[in-house]
């Protein structure tokens, strides 16, 4: 049983926009950062934004200034909003979690979701 499903991705032009959304279950939001990641074909999984729990915000260099991830713990909801997006955006994006604090190491989140596929192409 997954605790966080993402949802949101599609096909969207180069400099477009998609809102991602990553739904949680069977634990306290509140107590948890929450990442977003991407995984291109033949790359690494990278951390994308994070999310802790005392409201700061963390994003890669690529995406700085284009991404905003927000969370709604009443909802138990977090957002990614993709704005500009680009060719190189283009990946499989999860949501996954880890206690309190964010991290830019990726195996130390856990409980990922399967995914969601964003494609940027004209």
């Known amino acids: 049983q997954l605790d966080v499903v993402e949802s949101g991705g599609g096909l969207v032009q180069p400099g477009g926009s998609l809102k991602l959304s990553c739904a949680a279950s069977?634990?306290?939001?509140?107590?948890?950062?929450i990442g977003w990641f991407r995984q291109a074909p033949g790359k690494e999984r990278e951390r994308v934004a994070c999310s802790d729990t005392e409201g700061d915000t963390y994003y890669a260099h690529s995406v700085k200034g284009r991404f905003t991830i927000s969370r709604d713990n009443a909802k138990k909801m977090v957002y990614l909003q993709m704005n500009s997006l680009k060719p190189e955006d283009t990946a499989v994006y999860y949501c996954?979690?880890?206690?309190?604090?964010?991290?830019?190491?990726?195996?130390?989140?856990?409980?990922w979701g399967q995914g969601t596929q964003v494609t940027v192409s004209s």
């Open positions: 996954a979690r880890r206690e309190w604090t964010c991290a830019s190491v990726v195996g130390l989140f856990h409980s």
């Open positions: 069977g634990f306290s939001l509140e107590d948890y950062a």
